[in-house]
């Protein structure tokens, strides 16, 4: 049943996991996020995949934790410590999972992303939004701060507009979530199409390029100004030696397309 939690399908070099607990509204209950985090894992030592697509069955993207996993240990005798850092554990190592993930991860939500489901939205590298997707942070609302969630939302947007919603816990449209850089794009004919479209365009790239380059981002953010690029230079000396570069280099100086090497 574990396995069921999330659906993976693999077609022409593009990877999408499904979460697939619609009756739950795709709340991250342990076992959700074990089967996550095992796709994840799995996906990572696959040479042939590029790029993943991440996107939900049923009226929610995802809603948050699972309240009700998490009220049922309030009568352990630790009152459910345990089992809240356990969940706020797993869910921080799935989160982190997806950006040290080597090939891009794209979010495709259409309908609503609340809380954790939010933080998941922010913590893939791209997303794309349906015209009816919306989200919020709305543990303010039951006593419950989005400190996790607001880890990976103030990592892409402005903090003042973090600030917002985490305060609030008011929903966001799509057009809104575009303009305060939560996600890259709305499309009217849905996300799914358009999370496509994107993920078959990074697909055609340089594979090598695209793991350097994923890699390199996210760890020269955390730096200051001279250590970021002092590790950047030394990133593309290295993807200078690669094959892929070697080959695309190359082609465009001879102006055709590329082929790049098998791996």
Same mark, same amino acid.
């Given at each position: ?150 880890? =990976? /939302? ?9 600030? %917002?919603?985490?305060? #609030? !816990?008011?929903?966001?449209? +799509? @057009?809104? =979530? /575009? ?9 009217? %004919?849905?996300?799914? #199409? !358009?999370?496509?479209?994107? +993920? @078959? ?63």
């Amino acid at each position: 049943m574990t396995a069921d939690l999330v659906l993976c399908e693999k077609s022409e070099q593009v990877a999408t996991l499904t979460l697939n607990s619609p009756a739950s509204r795709n709340a991250l209950s342990l076992q959700l996020l074990g089967a996550l985090s095992a796709n994840l894992r799995e996906l990572a030592a696959q040479d042939d995949i590029r790029v993943v697509i991440l996107q939900a069955e049923g009226p929610a993207f995802c809603a948050g934790h699972d309240l009700k996993e998490l009220t049922a240990h309030r009568n352990d005798p630790d009152r459910g410590r345990a089992f809240f850092e356990t969940t706020m554990r797993a869910c921080s190592s799935v989160m982190q999972q997806i950006v040290s993930l080597p090939i891009p991860v794209i979010a495709a939500v259409d309908e609503m992303a609340t809380a954790a489901g939010c933080q998941l939205v922010a913590s893939c590298d791209l997303a794309v939004a349906g015209p009816h997707a919306r989200f919020c942070t709305p543990g303010v609302d039951i006593g419950l701060f989005c400190s996790t969630p607001a880890v =990976a /939302l103030s990592r892409n947007v402005a903090p003042k507009h973090a600030m %917002e919603m985490l305060l #609030t !816990g008011v929903p966001i449209g +799509a @057009e809104a =979530a /575009l303009r305060i850089g939560l996600v890259n794009r709305v499309e009217v %004919e849905g996300a799914r #199409t !358009g999370a496509r479209t994107l +993920a @078959e365009e990074i697909a055609r790239k340089s594979p090598q390029a695209i793991r350097f380059g994923k890699r390199a981002f996210y760890a020269q953010r955390e730096k200051p100004l001279a250590e970021a690029y002092e590790m950047a230079s030394a990133v593309m000396a290295e993807n200078m030696l690669a094959e892929d570069a070697k080959e695309g280099i190359a082609a465009f100086l001879e102006k055709r397309a590329p082929h790049w090497p098998e791996k």
